[in-house]
Structure formats: C-alpha cells, structure tokens
C-alpha cells in the first residue's frame, strides 16, 4: 500500500480530485492487484434475519451482547455484538408490514439501537432518549413505511455512541418493497446481492481495539488504519454471476471513503440513502461520508481479478506551523484496498440493468415553506465552539468526555433537556446547511428521507438526486435540503439531527426537534 502510495505521488498523483480520474490511474492503482494477493480471508455475510410473523406482526429478537473475535492473525479483540459477537444480523424488513423488536442490554453499560433513515414516531427511534440500561429490554413497533433501499441501524447512547459503534453496535437493514422487487436487480441475499459494511479500525499490539488513543482523533473523529469489511480483514469474494448488487454502508466512525476499482472500470449507483434512484448512474468513484449508503451494481463479465479500493481525496487545506494543518491535511489522504474479487471461472447470467428505476421528482418549493438555518462548528482547544447563550450553561461533562473539540450546531452543545427546533406537522421545510470549520461533516436528520436542493447554488450530482438522510456539508459550504415532516405528533419525544462522524456527535455537534 505505502508502495502504491508512492508510485502515485512520483506520477503526481498524490492529491486526486475525487472526480475526473486520469487515465493514468488505472496503471498506477493496478499495483493494488499484487497487494491483494495476500487478501485471503471469506468476505463474511451477516446472518439475514427475517424476523418471525405473528398474527401480521413481524418479530425480531436482538440481544446486544459483549463478545470477543480473532480478526487479526494470532490475537484476539474484546468486542460488542448483537446476536453475535461482532456487528449484527442483517434484517430484513417489507414495507407496509408491522415490525416489533426486543432489544435486550446484556451489557453492564447504558446503549440504544436506532433504526437509521426510517420514518417512524420518535419514541420507537432508539435514539439517546430511548437508553436501554444494563440488563433491561426495549420493545419498539412500527410499521415499515421505507421505500425498498439499505439502512442501518446502530447504537445512539449519549456521549458514547462512537465508541460502541467502534466495538461494533450496528448491522445492516434491508426493506423490500414490490416496486424494487419487479426491477429484475440482483437481489439474492450473499450470492449476486452483497452487505459492505465498511469500517476503519486501530487495534493495539495485543489485538484490543484502540479507541481515541491519537489526540487528532479528538479533532477529526476516530479514523482506524485496518479496515473491516463485515467484520473481516483482508477480505476476498467470489462473484459466481456477472452482475453483483453491493450495498455499500460507510459505517466508519468518522473515514469518508471513495470507492472505486483498482481498474478504473465503471459500475452503476441505483440507490441511494432512501431507495432506488430515478435511472442507474454510472460512476468510476463515488465518495460515501460515514453514515450514507449506495447500492451499486457492477459487472464481473470480464471474468477478470479487480480490487475494490478506497481512493486518496484532494485536499487544499492550507499548510501551516502547528497542529491543525497537519490533521487537517491528513483527511482521507490514505488510500485502501477494500475487497478482493476473483470472479468464478463460469459466471452465471442473472440479471440486466434496467434504464429506469423509480419515480422520483424534484422538490417543488414555495415562498410559504419556514426555512432554517443550521451552522455546523467546532472549537479547538477553547469553548469557543459554544456562544453559550441562555439555557447552556451550567452543565457537566461538555465535550462528551473525549476532552477534544467542542462540537456545536448554531453555537450550542446538544442538550438532552433542550429543545432545539418545534416543526409543526404536515409541513415542508427548507434547511440551509453551513459549515464554518475547517474540514466536512456528514449531516443526518432522523424522522425521514430529505432531497437535496442545491449545493452552494448548484444542482447536486445525478447520484444525489434520490432520497438522502446523510448529506456531506463541505467546510464553507451551502447545502439546502427540503424535507417533508409528517406523521407522529408528538412534543414530548423528540428527533435528532447531527453529524454522523461519531466522535463529534458526541462531543455536542447534535441537535433535537419535536413534531408538533
Ligand atoms: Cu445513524 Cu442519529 O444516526
Ligand atoms: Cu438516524
Ligand atoms: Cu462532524
């Protein structure tokens, strides 16, 4: 990897755009395919949990445990699972069908399990107010009113989200719907459709996971130097029909990844957070912050070995003395082999691409809709990612313990006594999305699916035309976002809206709003 790395920088390739890829490229990022040769470990796929039916109830059984896993040859890591010892099963959901949970905490520690990008009553959402303590069961139900498309769904506890989910608090959901279901997309669960969850971690000498052991962690949020696929290191799949479905889950903590083949082949995004996108996008790399998901198809007809990878991004933060530039300079600058791919020597023929997917349109907006303003901050070093205004003082334990940055949405620290924002129901909103900080930050709003107005004035990129519930804010940025609030009244529970890098979710960049 350091070779390849090299070779990159001698062709002046050091800091790639993550579009426009030279064709150079595809010589360079070739290396990777000797590197891969020591990718020697199954891909492993999440048990699919299909719940059992009851009287048109849908149940499912989750029991988040601690556990303990070989990941790295010759050592073993202590680790958090649900009904497993590492990530969970992957469940798969139908839309329309009533679902009913229960989450029981064998843990001797306070989590939650939230139903990432569902639309369901805030008191079913498993978020910080919906703690699970050591030894007790929480029993949610709601109906499953998902387009078909891939989510998550992964622990929200307070100030310590980051680091369950690094121990591994999260699995993968899929909704079928019959729309999805006529498309004729591959769609046979760990044969010609694949879960990526794809994750960054560090592990100490003796094999343990090393959580915020490094001070820019504090800044930047966790990033790992191995990465995970599924739980695996070094993973190899083995494609047995030419056209494979992989839903991608950036389940990182706070790496953005890029992916791409390390032939520079193209593949098609027909999904994005919420569902299937309008028509098939075909990409060469598609950039995932933590928290987003893409369903991408790609088509191993040429019978030949490739390697998923994550790509160097371009960075123009400024170089400077001191701290801050180094870590900022650093994001995402490391490129990744991901997954192995050595195609079966006969391939079957499964499925064809359709041109169109579904309906979606674009938002249509009007002089009448509230449009709110979200600036996304972080302090360094002193409070001075807080304005601390009235009903923010006062309070313990700021910067979620990791003693780094001081995380803020419109000057103020997530407060679970506070509410942040009232929406009055059966209304559409605008929200203006900025970010004053130095580096990007992956904004999630639960209660639904949004679309993505503009970035700063522009319409977005095809592949971020769909249904999003995680959208990348670059620093400086503008991004306007329309959503539509409806459904669930309730002013005593409210939703969470924040960044999905883990580390400052905890340390304060969140939010809470009620619909009323
Ligand atoms: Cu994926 Cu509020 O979280
Ligand atoms: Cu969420
Ligand atoms: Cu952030």
Excluded at 402 to 408: A, E, I, L
Aim: include cysteine; glycine fraction near 10%.
């Amino acid at each position: 990897m350091i070779n390849r790395r090299r070779t990159l920088q001698a062709l002046g390739l050091g800091a790639l755009s993550a579009t426009g890829l030279p064709g150079r490229l595809s010589r360079a990022a070739a290396q990777s395919a000797v590197d891969a040769a020591t990718f020697a470990n199954t891909l492993a796929i999440p048990p699919l949990e299909t719940g059992r039916l009851e009287s048109g109830v849908r149940h499912y059984a989750l029991q988040v445990q601690s556990g303990n896993r070989q990941f790295l040859p010759n050592t073993s890591t202590d680790t958090l699972g649900i009904n497993g010892d590492y990530l969970g099963p992957t469940l798969l959901l139908h839309r329309d069908e009533q679902v009913a949970f229960t989450v029981n905490n064998q843990l001797d520690e306070a989590t939650s399990l939230h139903w990432h990008g569902f639309h369901l009553p805030a008191s079913e959402d498993g978020g910080p107010h919906q703690q699970i303590g050591p030894g007790q069961t929480w029993s949610p139900s709601f109906r499953v009113m998902q387009n078909g498309g891939t989510f998550w769904y992964h622990s929200h506890v307070l100030h310590n989200a980051g680091e369950q989910v690094f121990r591994g608090l999260a699995g993968m959901i899929l909704v079928n719907d019959a729309a999805e279901d006529t498309l004729g997309l591959p769609r046979d669960y760990g044969i010609d459709d694949i879960p990526l969850i794809v994750q960054d971690r560090r592990f100490a000498a003796d094999g343990s996971f090393s959580y915020m052991s490094i001070y820019d962690d504090m800044v930047k949020g966790m990033h790992g130097d191995t990465i995970l696929v599924n739980g695996t290191w070094q993973p190899a799949f083995q494609p047995t029909t030419r056209l494979v479905r992989f839903r991608l889950l950036n389940g990182a903590n706070a790496r953005s990844f890029t992916f791409a083949f390390s032939d520079g082949r193209q593949f098609s995004q027909v999904a994005s957070d919420g569902g299937l996108l309008a028509h098939p996008v075909a990409l060469s790399n598609l950039e995932l912050a933590p928290g987003e998901r893409a369903e991408i198809i790609a088509d191993f007809s040429d019978g030949r070995d490739v390697t998923l990878v994550s790509l160097p991004q371009q960075n123009s933060f400024p170089v400077f003395q001191g701290a801050m530039s180094r870590i900022m300079r650093s994001l995402n600058a490391q490129s990744f082999d991901l997954l192995h791919i050595s195609p079966a020597a006969t391939l079957q023929d499964n499925a064809t691409l359709p041109l169109q997917l579904a309906a979606i349109g674009r938002p249509v907006i009007s002089e009448q809709m509230q449009v709110r303003q979200l600036r996304l901050s972080m302090g360094f070093g002193s409070r001075s990612g807080e304005d601390r205004g009235p009903g923010t003082g006062a309070r313990t334990g700021l910067g979620g313990g990791h003693g780094g940055g001081h995380s803020s949405i419109n000057g103020r620290m997530m407060d679970i006594d506070f509410i942040n924002e009232t929406v009055p129901v059966n209304t559409t909103e605008i929200w203006e999305l900025t970010n004053d900080s130095p580096m990007a930050h992956p904004f999630h709003i639960h209660h639904g699916q949004f679309q993505i107005l503009d970035r700063n004035g522009r319409l977005p990129p095809a592949n971020e035309l769909g249904w999003k519930d995680t959208v990348k804010v670059g620093s400086g940025e503008l991004v306007r976002i329309v959503m539509r609030f409806e459904d669930f009244p309730d002013e005593s529970n409210p939703y969470m809206y924040h960044c999905h890098i883990l580390e400052h979710e905890d340390q304060g960049m969140m939010g809470q709003f009620v619909v009323v």
